[in-house]
C-alpha cells in the first residue's frame, strides 16, 4: 500500500500558551491529516529538550516533555482553574518559540496543578508510576535533586551524590520525596494525554511516526543512575563523545558532545537496556524513525575535551546483534532507518539485513546528475520512505534559495518546470510521485515556507527548534490540495480497507516490559 504522511512537531501545534501541546491543536490535526487523505503524522522526539533547546540533548531517555502538557485538559479533571495560566504573558502573537518563557512558566503552572491533584489522587496514579519505576525512579529523582541545585548538571553536585553513592542517593530520596512526587506527576499528566492522543488517532486511521535518538546528553538521568551504560572513565567523565568527521558540509566535521554507548558491556547481557527501550518506544508510537541507524554499525568516537571532530576514529559498533536480538523479543518491528550520512558497504548490508525501510531525501538528489541515488528513478526498492526534507534540512524554498545555479538548473531539467519558483512544488509531486511506500514531506513545504521557517541548522547553537504554525494555516484550500497529490499518486488513505497499524506488535511490546 502507497501511503503519505507530514512531519510536524508537536511544539509546532498552534497554541496560546507559548508552544505545541497534546491538547486541541494536536486533536485538530489529526483531523486535519485524515480529511487529507494522510496516513501518518511524524513528530520529533516528545522527551524534555536540553542543551540547545534540542529534542536530541534530553536529560532522558524515556520521560516526556511536560512544556508539552496541555493545561486546558488538566483544568477539565480540576487540577487547575483558567486564572492559574491564562492571565500569564505567554506572548500569544509570537511566531517563535521561546523556550527561556516556558523555562520560568510552565513547572509553576504544574506545580499548582500538582497541589490539587494530591487531595484526590486517580488509582491510575499508582499504576502508572509502578509500571514505568525502572525509569521514573531515577528521572525524579535526577529532577529533583537537579532542581534543588538550581539547576546544574549532576557532574557539579557534591561528589557523594554526583558519583551516585548509596547512603547520598538514599538520604537524597527522604530529603526530595515531595519533589520526587511532583515529577512523578507531571510524567502521568504527559503520558494519560499522549495516550489519549494516540488512540484518538488510531480512531482516524492516523498512524504515529516516533523517533528515537541514538545518544542523549551527558547530563541526563541515565548517565547520573547507570554510568556503567556508558564509555566513562573512573571519574565518570567521557572517554570518547560522539559527532561526525569532516566533509564537504562541515570541513571540521560535527562536533555533538553525547557520551557513547558502552556497546560492548551491553552485548554481555543481551543489550536489555536498549531492548527495554525499543519496547518503550514502540508501545509509544506506531512505526520508529531509528535516528543516526549507521551509529550501530560503526559510530564515530571523538577524543573528550577535542574542540572539533577532526581527530576522531571510526569504531565498531553492536551491528546487527543489536536487532537480532531485538527481533527475537519483539519479531515485526514498524522502523525507519535514517541511513543518512557517511553510508558505507557495511551499513547497507546492517540495513538489508535488518529489513527496515531507509530514507530517501530529494533535497540531495539533484546536485551529481542522473546517477545521484536520490532521484526517484534511481530507487533500488519501494521499501523505502521518501521526504521532501527533514528536520535538519532547509524548507524546499530554502533550499532552492542557497542552491548553486547548477543545481537548480538540473532540478528544473528533471522536474519539467521552467522557473526556480515552481520548483518547491515539483518536488512535492516528485516525493509523492516516487516509487517509496510512503511519502512525507514537512508542513511547511506545504505551505512554500520561507528559509526562516527552518527548524534545525545542524552545528549551530541558538535560532532552532523555534518554528510555529498558526491555526490560519490549516486551511480547507491547503487540506484540498493535500488530498488531490495523495489522489493523483495513489497515497488516499481508505483506512476501511486497511487493519489498524501494529496492535499485535504493541501487545507483544507491553508484555515485554515496555
Known amino acids: 500500500m502507497r501511503e503519505s504522511g507530514i512531519l510536524l512537531p508537536v511544539s509546532a501545534l498552534p497554541s496560546k500558551h507559548g508552544i505545541g501541546k497534546l491538547g486541541k491543536s494536536a486533536y485538530a490535526f489529526i483531523d486535519f491529516l485524515q480529511e487529507a487523505g494522510c496516513r501518518y503524522w511524524q513528530v520529533l522526539?516528545?522527551?524534555?529538550?536540553?542543551?540547545?533547546?534540542?529534542?536530541?540533548?534530553s536529560c532522558s531517555a524515556f520521560a516526556g516533555n511536560p512544556y508539552l502538557i496541555d493545561f486546558d485538559l488538566l483544568a477539565e479533571k480540576g487540577w487547575l482553574y483558567a486564572a492559574d495560566y491564562e492571565g500569564l504573558p505567554w506572548d500569544t502573537s509570537a511566531e517563535e518559540i521561546d523556550y527561556a518563557l516556558l523555562y520560568r512558566q510552565v513547572l509553576p503552572v504544574l506545580k499548582t496543578a500538582y497541589l490539587n491533584f494530591t487531595k484526590h489522587k486517580p488509582t491510575g496514579y499508582r499504576k502508572f508510576c509502578a509500571k514505568h519505576q525502572e525509569w521514573l525512579d531515577d528521572y525524579a529523582l535526577f529532577m529533583a535533586i537537579k532542581e534543588a541545585h538550581d539547576g546544574r548538571p549532576w557532574y557539579e553536585w557534591e561528589p557523594a551524590l554526583a558519583m551516585h553513592e548509596k547512603d547520598a542517593v538514599a538520604e537524597a530520596k527522604r530529603i526530595y520525596k515531595e519533589q520526587i512526587g511532583f515529577y512523578c506527576f507531571v510524567q502521568y499528566c504527559f503520558f494519560t494525554q499522549w495516550e489519549a492522543l494516540k488512540q484518538y488517532a488510531g480512531k482516524k486511521g492516523i498512524g504515529i511516526i516516533g523517533?528515537?535518538?541514538?545518544?542523549?546528553?551527558?547530563?541526563?538521568?541515565?548517565?547520573?543512575?547507570?554510568?556503567e551504560l556508558f564509555q566513562l572513565d573512573t571519574e565518570r567523565k567521557p572517554v570518547c563523545v560522539a559527532g561526525c568527521p569532516p566533509d564537504?558540509?562541515?570541513?571540521?566535521?560535527?562536533l555533538w558532545g553525547n557520551p557513547i554507548w558502552d556497546w560492548d558491556s551491553m552485548?554481555?547481557?543481551?543489550?536489555?537496556?536498549?531492548l527495554d527501550r525499543i519496547a518503550f518506544t514502540l508501545e509509544m508510537y506506531d512505526v520508529v524513525r531509528i535516528d543516526h541507524f549507521r551509529g550501530f554499525e560503526a559510530y564515530y568516537a571523538i577524543p573528550y575535551g577535542a574542540e572539533t571532530a577532526e581527530h576522531g576514529k571510526w569504531r565498531k559498533g553492536p551491528d546487527y546483534a543489536l536487532w537480532k536480538a531485538a527481533k527475537e523479543r519483539f519479531g515485526e518491528m514498524h522502523v525507519i532507518a535514517e541511513d543518512l550520512g557517511n553510508i558505507t558497504p557495511a551499513v547497507i548490508r546492517l540495513l538489508k539485513r535488518t529489513g527496515f525501510p531507509g530514507m530517501k531525501v530529494m533535497q540531495f538528489a539533484f546536485d551529481s546528475g542522473a546517477s545521484n541515488p536520490y532521484l526517484p528513478h534511481n530507487f533500488e526498492t519501494s521499501n523505502c520512505v521518501c521526504y521532501t526534507g527533514t528536520h535538519d534540512n532547509h524548507t524546499l524554498r530554502g533550499w532552492v534559495k542557497?542552491?548553486?545555479?547548477?543545481?537548480n538548473a538540473y532540478a528544473m531539467k528533471y522536474l519539467g518546470?521552467?522557473?526556480?519558483?515552481?520548483?518547491?512544488?515539483?518536488?512535492?509531486?516528485a516525493a509523492w510521485a516516487s516509487t517509496a511506500r510512503i511519502a512525507v514531506a514537512p508542513i511547511q513545504d506545504f505551505l512554500n515556507a520561507p528559509p526562516s521557517d527552518r527548524i534545525n541548522t545542524p552545528s549551530t547553537l541558538g535560532g532552532n527548534w523555534i518554528y510555529r504554525t498558526k491555526t490560519a494555516d490549516y486551511t480547507e484550500k491547503l487540506k484540498?490540495?493535500?488530498?488531490?497529490?495523495?489522489?493523483?499518486?495513489?497515497r488516499l488513505y481508505a483506512p476501511e480497507k486497511s487493519e489498524p497499524a501494529k496492535r499485535g506488535r504493541r501487545k507483544k511490546a507491553q508484555q515485554d516490559g515496555a
Open 45 to 57: 522526539p516528545l522527551s524534555p529538550t536540553g542543551y540547545g533547546d534540542s529534542p536530541y540533548q
Open 211 to 227: 523517533d528515537i535518538p541514538i545518544y542523549g546528553a551527558y547530563d541526563s538521568a541515565e548517565v547520573w543512575a547507570k554510568p
Open 248 to 254: 564537504a558540509f562541515a570541513v571540521t566535521g560535527q
Open 267 to 274: 552485548a554481555e547481557n543481551g543489550f536489555s537496556w536498549w
Open 402 to 407: 542557497q542552491n548553486t545555479a547548477e543545481t
Open 417 to 429: 518546470v521552467k522557473k526556480t519558483k515552481k520548483l518547491p512544488k515539483a518536488i512535492l509531486r
Open 480 to 490: 484540498k490540495k493535500i488530498r488531490e497529490l495523495n489522489e493523483t499518486y495513489g
